[in-house]
């Protein structure tokens, strides 16, 4: 299928998959509900949103990325393996990384502002 029908049915297949992440990941509802906070907490300092909506992104990203790993591994391999683990492993650390990261990236980026906002005093 090529041109607008096959855009929109890749569209779709692609929605269907952010639908699924969103009823069946614990983590991605809790890592949407995290970015939307940080989206709240920037636009109520006025401080740029760039780095907060980018490293959103790259957690959500990452742990699809990590949903899409799992069901793989678990479709090929439905017993106990090491190499199965180690994909698991290493999709699960992607997203502690892109997770840590954000957090250090919304701290960079929000910190200054909610510290003056909050305390009345600007960093030293």
Known sequence: MTGLRGFAVSLAAAAAGVRLAWRSEP??????????????????LGTGLSAVLLASAIVLVAEMVNTAVEATVDLASPE???LAAAAKDAAAGAVLIAAGMAV???LVALGPA??????????P
Do not use: M, Y
Not at 27 to 44: D, K, P
Not at 114 to 123: D, F, P, S, Y
């Open 27 to 44: 983590h991605f509802r809790f890592e949407a509900l995290a970015g939307s906070g940080a989206i709240a907490l920037a636009l109520w």
């Open 80 to 82: 106990r393996r090491p």
């Open 104 to 106: 250090l990236i919304g």
């Open 114 to 123: 909610l510290w003056t906002r909050v305390t009345g005093n600007a960093l």
